[in-house]
């Protein structure tokens, strides 16, 4: 199956988009997901559903979610509604309520502009099936086009439920007792922004090293990203339970690769846990219709928990590989501290197998450090860190299949997380993608990229040569998943 990822989520057939209504519950981590079940392209949104006790081994499920007359079934978020405050629980036990918007093709085709509103589903069996609120849509549309993808969470201070919503180029906040009945709270934008805002998120988070608790609203942006196209930025502030406040004007990002779209987090993560673990989905909308597989189309990032830290007087964001990734690993191969003179001193045959590379080379000043993987086909993909600017780079003007969309091929760039004298990468290799953590989660990119024969030489090199290779190894990571 040419291009299918080995270890991350992919539909087993047709075309999947955003993840939606990321919840933990008895056990089983739920992933549904933006699903178009009769095409390899968008078209009627339903929502797939797989579960998984690990977030790395996934089992699929039937469609929890069907289009109805009321429209399509969009993206949306999930909660446990343990004090059963919508009342549509059972047998003392609290429902899963799955709240999303209906997006109606027919009335956006005849010109209207009420044609996305919200509405609730709940499950009484663990999210195996679903019954639509009879009276829905809860949340009516005001006359606003773009009016989607709502986020709710419970907020205790204020003992009610709140919903983020993405509306045109801002986000507004609704409160509700019950997630039936919702009034307006607040909006929050950044002036004279233009951009289509989609998938919010909203959650509070420790500053690491300390006892201080900040809020991160978390948005993806459909065009304009960094390296353009679609990417999901972030603002750190202030939330009381109507009313967040952005410590800053401009959004962060919390990828700069160019595939990692509509990052959203897990609700429900028990307190022994306490991790805020995040999903995105791997592609853009520049081209997601275009890349080149067939009978499926569309795949998940690594599951990563986010972590805040201060510097100076600002927040960020860092990304982490979940830990539980870990049982993907199989023998590791470690690199010796070495000076690397020339470019076939550190070059690594992988007969077939994919690997997970974590390098720490000293700063090369204004030289070059990081990996190439390639195949015999003259195929290359770099993964690098360097130059005037000190940026890392990733670039797949030469990693097989551009041809598809003009907007494919391209250096991707991502400036360095904070101030180090040592460039720290952890990459994670796939069929068709890799991911970057660098410095420690505080710059990440995620890029997909189309062989015509599978990358099986993975080189270490610099330029100019010598370059300083601290430390290293690369791990084989286990490729009988499902
Ligand atoms: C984001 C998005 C959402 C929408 C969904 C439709 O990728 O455009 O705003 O709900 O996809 O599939």
């Known amino acids: 199956m040419q291009h299918r990822p080995e270890y991350h989520f992919t539909p087993e057939s047709n075309w999947m988009n955003d993840p939606n209504g990321l919840i933990y519950f008895e056990g089983e981590y739920h992933l549904f997901y933006q699903y178009h079940p009769d095409s390899n392209v968008w078209g009627p949104m339903h929502w797939g559903h ?11 499920l039937p469609i929890a979610l069907y289009p109805d007359s009321l429209g399509y079934i969009f993206s949306g978020s999930a909660v446990i509604d343990w004090k059963n405050t919508s009342g549509l629980g059972q ?25 996305q509103y919200q509405s609730i589903a709940y499950s009484n069996d663990k999210g195996r099936t679903w019954t639509k609120y009879q009276d829905n849509p ?7 086009k773009d009016f989607r993808d709502p986020k709710v969470i419970w907020h205790e201070e204020s003992g009610k439920w709140v919903m983020v919503l993405a509306v045109y180029d801002k986000v507004m906040i609704y409160h509700s007792p019950n997630l039936i009945n919702w009034t307006f709270s607040s909006e929050f934008g950044i002036e004279c922004d233009t951009r289509l805002w989609e998938c919010p998120d909203l959650f509070p988070l420790t500053v690491g090293g300390s006892a201080e608790i900040k809020w991160v609203l978390l948005v993806s942006i459909q065009k304009d990203g960094p390296n353009k196209g679609s990417a999901t930025g972030y603002f750190i502030g202030d939330f009381d339970g109507k009313t967040f406040r952005a410590d800053k004007e401009n959004q962060q ?32 909308w520049e081209y997601a219709e275009s890349v080149p597989t067939e009978s499926w189309r569309g795949a998940m990032t690594l599951p990563r928990e986010l972590k805040l830290y201060k510097e100076g007087n600002d927040y960020h964001l860092r990304s982490l590989p979940i830990r539980e990734l870990n049982s993907l690993n199989r023998n590791t191969t470690r690199l010796e501290s070495q000076h690397i003179d020339g470019p076939s001193r550190i070059d690594f045959d992988t007969n077939g197998h994919l690997y997970k590379i974590e390098l720490v080379f000293k700063d090369p000043g204004e030289g070059i450090v990081g990996v190439r ?15 005037a600017d000190k940026v890392y780079y990733i670039d797949r003007t030469q990693a097989g299949d551009i041809k598809f969309n003009n907007a494919f091929a ?54 100019p040569y010598p370059v300083i290779l601290e430390s290293g190894s690369l791990t084989m990571l286990n490729n009988e998943l499902y």
């Open 373 to 387: 993987i390639s195949n015999g086909h003259g195929e290359c993909l770099d993964v690098c860190y360097g130059g």
């Open 91 to 115: 047998k003392g036990k609290p429902p899963m309520i799955a709240i999303f918007t209906h997006h109606n093709e027919d009335s956006e085709q005849a010109g209207g502009n009420q044609y």
């Open 50 to 60: 797989a579960v998984s006790r690990d977030m790395v081994h996934w089992e699929h």
């Open 253 to 284: 990002w919390a990828d700069y690769g160019k595939d990692n779209y509509a990052i959203v987090t897990w609700s429900d993560i028990p307190a022994e846990d306490g991790r805020r673990l995040a999903l995105g989905w791997m592609s853009n």
């Open 138 to 144: 809860v949340l009516h549309n005001p006359g606003i």
């Open 410 to 463: 391209g250096v991707h760039i991502a400036p360095a997380g904070y101030k180090r004298a040592d460039v720290q990468m952890t990459i994670f290799l796939d069929v068709a993608s890799v991911e970057l953590f660098a410095d420690n989660g505080g710059c990440v990119m995620t890029d997909i990229f189309f062989p015509s024969a599978p990358f099986d030489r993975i080189g270490i090199f610099g330029d």
